[in-house]
């Protein structure tokens, strides 16, 4: 079954870390952008991170410029959140999503949700003392 699988989530203290990891199952991740999306209780689904595939640029919301990073594993299926200097205000579910198109270089575009072919399950994220 072709799927994209989130892990890594959990309860974090304010100020700490968080990896999340996305593995892709029956297509290679890498021909996909790949895009992280949370939302909060009662929020919309908010596009946070996008990586592109064919250069491998990455683009991030305001709200997580300089903490968060966005990356792609050596294997050709998974790619990766990095979350520094966590806030409470960060809590939430979250996913990853692949692009076909590949291209995250216009926000409108990358942070449109109807504009990718799967998604993951979703994987809470909580900080919290």
């Known amino acids: 079954q072709v799927q994209l699988v989130e892990s890594g989530g959990g309860l974090v203290q304010p100020g700490g870390s968080l990896g999340l990891s996305c593995a892709a199952s029956?297509?290679?991740?890498?021909?996909?952008?790949i895009a992280w999306f949370r939302q909060a209780p009662g929020k919309e689904r908010e596009g946070i991170s996008c990586i592109s595939s064919s250069t491998s640029n990455t683009y991030y919301a305001d709200s997580v410029k300089g903490r968060f990073t966005i990356s792609r594993g050596k294997a050709k299926n998974t790619g990766f959140l990095q979350m520094d200097s966590l806030k409470s205000e960060v809590t939430a579910v979250y996913y990853c999503?692949?692009?076909?198109?590949?291209?995250?270089?216009?926000?409108?575009?990358?942070?449109?949700?109807?504009?990718?072919?799967?998604w993951g399950q979703g994987t809470q994220v909580t900080v919290s003392s």
């Open positions: 029956l297509f290679r991740l890498d021909y996909y952008a």
């Open positions: 999503a692949a692009d076909a198109g590949g291209d995250c270089e216009e926000p409108a575009l990358w942070r449109d949700t109807r504009r990718y072919d799967y």
